[in-house]
Structures are given as structure tokens and as C-alpha cells.
């Protein structure tokens, strides 16, 4: 017999694999928050390291090494204003989103900015000819 879940997302009312592990998760952090807590203090680094082995393969063709390789040949500095991330994290990798081709290594502001700025970039150019007005 096939176990069905209502969920708000799916009119059927089946739950996928990954979201009821995710149920399963967030029940077991709520019952036992200070064991979580305490397991996520003491392993945080290695818990966003495997994070980002596991992520970035597969969204830009590069491994985590690599992502660490570009950070530290630019200094940690970005590739628009030459400024660390905050916190001292890694640099956001920054790529095409037509061709998925990596351009560079920028600051959480930077990267943020372009893509508000839907990477066009006649918009930018726009945006700093009014910054340059208004001056």
C-alpha cells in the first residue's frame, strides 16, 4: 500500500522523497534543538563546505577547489571594486546566465547589483550616467 501525504504544493496530495526528508529534518531539529545547535556550532565549516562540493559542479562546471583556487589568485578581492566579501566568506562566482560560461568572482554587493540590474549592460551604463547627474 502506497502511503499518500497531502501537501499544499501537489493537487495529488504526494509528498517527493527529498521533501518529506526535509519534514522529517525540521521535525527532528524542532524536538531536539540543542543537539542540533550543538552539532551545527561544532561542524559549520565542514557542513558549508560539503554544502558547496555538492553545488557547485553542478552549476558551473567547476569544483569546490577550483571555486577556492579562483578566490585566493584574485586575493579574496572582487572583480569589480576590488573589495573582500563581507565576513571574509568566498567570493560569489559570477556567469553567463545564457551560456553558463564563468566570467569572474564578485562581492555579495556586486553580484547583487548586476543582477538587479538583470546583467545588461546598457542598464548599468544608464544607471551610472543618472548616478553621474545627479552628482
Do not use: W
Amino acid at each position: 500500500m502506497v502511503r499518500q501525504y497531502k501537501s499544499p504544493r501537489e493537487p495529488r496530495g504526494k509528498f517527493s522523497k527529498a521533501e518529506l526528508n526535509k519534514q522529517a529534518q525540521a521535525r527532528y531539529r524542532e524536538r531536539n534543538p540543542d543537539k542540533f545547535k550543538t552539532y551545527y556550532l561544532a561542524n559549520s565549516d565542514a557542513i558549508k563546505e560539503a554544502s558547496d562540493r555538492n553545488r557547485y559542479p553542478l552549476r558551473y562546471g567547476i569544483t569546490y577547489k577550483d571555486r577556492v583556487r579562483m578566490h585566493e589568485e584574485r586575493g579574496g578581492l572582487c572583480d569589480i571594486c576590488g573589495k573582500p566579501n563581507a565576513g571574509g566568506k568566498l567570493l560569489f562566482i559570477d556567469h553567463d546566465h545564457e551560456t553558463g560560461e564563468v566570467r569572474g568572482m564578485l562581492c555579495s554587493a556586486c553580484n547583487s547589483a548586476i543582477g538587479f540590474m538583470r546583467d545588461l549592460p546598457e542598464l548599468l551604463r544608464k544607471a551610472a550616467d543618472y548616478l553621474e547627474r545627479s552628482a
